[in-house]
């Protein structure tokens, strides 16, 4: 079965602070990858997304980068605030597929 | 601004109990998904829809049932429902399959006792 790996389960950050998540993947044909943002008791909503033809995409205060040849992603969050506390799931999906595959999350905490 | 809306939100079932979740949304994308998350695995994709009419099996579909009898429409059924089987479930759509932003519901939290 397809597999998307997230690290690590939960987090804690200081105010201020950069954030780190990672995931790691298995099928090659995957080629789109987006992050997801979730707050308790809503549902999940786009974050920030990359192309397999792409290393980085920046939007604001979070960057993803992707290591095709090591089949890696990541998200970092700069200056990180209490307010980006939440689940972060990282996804991915191929080309001419219905199927989007999620990790299993990362629980941020960002204390004040 | 695009909406998927579902009900109930909170369900408390019995085991053996009939349980159909449903799941509305107001962008006019084709595609539809079911899914649950359960602490440690993540969303799971259940069953999904390309269209009104059709229903495809996702990764975990034993014991779920789909519908999608219009383009705004998409149930879930739990015909013989089971402790397994709660969890929070979600509903998404989509307009251009595993590449497009998937919008979700809130979510309907469900407990079967």
């Known amino acids: 079965q397809q597999q998307v790996r997230q690290s690590p389960q939960s987090l804690t950050v200081w105010e201020g602070g950069t954030t780190v998540l990672t995931c790691s993947y298995e099928?090659?044909?995957?080629?789109?990858f987006p992050w997801y943002q979730q707050f308790p008791g809503e549902g999940p909503a786009l974050l920030i997304s990359?192309?397999?033809?792409?290393d980085k995409k920046e939007d604001g205060r979070f960057t993803t980068f992707f290591n095709k040849r090591e089949k890696k992603l990541s998200l970092h969050i700069i200056d990180s605030q209490p307010g980006d506390s939440a689940t972060y799931f990282c996804?991915?999906?191929?080309?001419?597929?219905?199927?989007?595959?999620f990790g299993s999350g990362t629980r941020l905490l960002v204390s004040p | 601004e695009a909406a998927v809306t579902q009900s109930p939100r909170n369900k408390v079932a019995v085991t053996g109990g009939k349980v159909t979740l449903s799941c509305n949304q107001t962008?006019?994308?084709?595609?539809m998904y079911w899914y649950r998350q359960d602490t440690g695995h993540g969303l799971r994709l259940i069953h999904y829809?390309?269209?009104?009419?059709?229903?495809e099996k996702g990764d975990i579909p034993d014991g779920y049932k789909a519908s999608r009898p219009s383009q705004e429409n998409f149930s879930l059924i739990l015909e013989l429902a089971t402790p397994s089987q709660t969890s929070v479930y979600f509903c998404?759509?989509?307009?251009?399959?595993?590449?497009?932003?998937?919008?979700f519901g809130p979510g309907t939290r469900l407990l079967v006792l």
């Open positions: 099928d090659s044909t995957f080629n789109y």
């Open positions: 962008n006019n994308h084709n595609n």
């Open positions: 990359i192309l397999s033809v792409s």
């Open positions: 998404a759509s989509g307009d251009r399959g595993g590449q497009d932003t998937q919008y």
């Open positions: 829809s390309y269209g009104a009419g059709s229903t």
């Open positions: 996804a991915a999906s191929g080309t001419g597929g219905y199927k989007v595959v």
